[in-house]
């Protein structure tokens, strides 16, 4: 009984020990990405494919565990083609057994020879390359192994940048996980947000290298922000950097027109539109202060609701009418009035240049003012006539005696006899 146990744990262990390969330098090989390439080479004396527009002798890279063969092309002379994976630098290796790889002869005019697939085996490095009858100094190039890919993952934001985020909201970011090289592990994942900021990442783990997890940020004050997002894995560690841009929400007010003129005993209106900034959603409350004593501001109505990046309107009504007991007139002039708008700690206004009277200042009149002007103006003229026709000589009635008398310049008595004059 002990013996067969010792026979099928032996047989076990062979079994594993021959599935794992080994190399020339017992280096374990990956095959998560071995791949089997072809490769050309034309020989000739000057060099491996001296004629070809990679130049003489190019450097061939592979990767540990690859599948590798050769088509070689004759161009001038015998050649014969031999991987150096021992670095003996000894030509004569061929058809010697060890890990070098080597072909048959190469005749000339373009003859074709193939070597048949190998796997590279040999532990990352740099090896050689030769042809047996010609080297050194002719036809020599590099053969380089590389190592078998390690499996890794990586790690990416989007968006890579949230904002303009207001103060009352968060803002999110998804952040993906992508397996490479048969990567299967586990990535944890964290967070790490620059001073004011917070952050949080959900789930915090994403099993077998590939999923996604949704980033979280906010802030109560504005200002530019960033945080930083690291998977960490078997393989090492990578992250992603999300930039954040936060800004408080706001409003604004408007005036339209921003100028208005009123006539002494009207009115006139102005237009008060607030406008949602960054989301601000709020109750904004009016109200009005003159430069100095006169006109009477209004509003209908007196607040307005914003909703998250919406505008609301007020209308603003200036009267210039008598006010009091005794009927005050408005004076004439220029005045400014400022309106304001509060939600909470944001305030904001806006100035209305206002001017009572005409825009030149004489002032304008009312209508009963100008029929009263126009009434004392022609009473006026119709006395000034008068006054005038008044002052004027009255004409005399002349009888014909006294005209004869007048144009002979003596008295008409003094023809008539003396008697009569008498």
Not at 52 to 62: C, E, L, R
Not at 121 to 150: D, E, L, N, R, W
Not at 200 to 228: D, F, M
Not at 361 to 375: C, D
Request: proline fraction near 8%; include cysteine; aromatic fraction near 8%.
């Amino acid at each position: 009984m002990p013996r067969r146990r010792f026979l099928l744990t032996l047989l076990i262990g062979l079994f594993i020990l021959l599935s794992i390969p080994f190399g020339g330098h017992l280096a374990l090989i990956h095959k998560v990405q071995a791949a089997t390439t072809n490769i050309t080479l034309y020989a000739n004396l000057s060099g491996w494919n001296y004629s070809k527009p990679s130049g003489a002798n190019p450097t061939i890279t592979v990767t540990q565990g690859d599948t590798i063969s050769f088509i070689l092309i004759g161009e001038d002379y015998t050649h014969r083609l031999l991987v150096d994976f021992d670095n003996s630098s000894i030509t004569n290796d061929c058809p010697n057994p060890g890990p070098d790889v080597c072909s048959g002869d190469i005749p000339p005019s373009q003859t074709t020879v193939q070597v048949a697939p190998f796997t590279v085996a040999s532990a990352p490095g740099t090896y050689f390359y030769y042809c047996t009858y010609h080297s050194p100094p002719f036809m020599i190039g590099k053969f380089v192994v590389q190592g078998p890919p390690t499996p890794d993952f990586t790690i990416a934001a989007n968006p890579t940048a949230i904002g303009s985020l207001n103060t009352r909201v968060s803002g999110t970011s998804t952040i993906t996980v992508a397996p490479t090289n048969g990567f299967s592990s586990t990535v944890t994942l964290s967070a790490s947000p620059s001073s004011g900021l917070n952050s949080s990442i959900l789930p915090t783990s994403i099993p077998g290298g590939s999923g996604t997890a949704t980033l979280s940020v906010n802030s109560t004050r504005e200002g530019s922000y960033s945080v930083t997002v690291t998977g960490t894995g078997s393989p090492g560690s990578h992250s992603t950097t999300v930039i954040v841009t936060v800004t408080m929400p706001d409003f604004k007010i408007a005036l339209n027109p921003s100028s208005l003129t009123v006539a002494p005993g009207s009115s006139g209106t102005v237009m008060v539109t607030l406008t949602s900034l960054s989301e601000f959603s709020g109750t904004v409350s009016l109200a009005s202060a003159l430069s100095s004593f006169g006109p009477q501001v209004t509003f209908s109505p007196t607040s307005v609701s914003l909703s998250s990046s919406g505008s609301a309107s007020s209308t603003l009504t200036v009267s210039a009418a008598s006010s009091g007991a005794y009927s005050t007139a408005v004076p004439k002039g220029n005045y400014s009035v400022n309106v304001t708008g509060t939600s909470g700690s944001l305030v904001h206004s806006a100035t209305i240049a206002l001017t009572v009277g005409s825009p030149s200042g004489a002032g304008t009149l009312s209508t009963s003012a100008i029929i009263g002007v126009g009434i004392a103006s022609a009473i006026a003229i119709v006395a000034a006539t008068v006054y005038f026709l008044g002052r004027r000589p009255k004409s005399k009635t002349i009888s014909p005696a006294q005209t004869f008398e007048n144009e002979h310049r003596f008295p008409l008595t003094t023809l008539l006899p003396r008697r009569l004059c008498r």
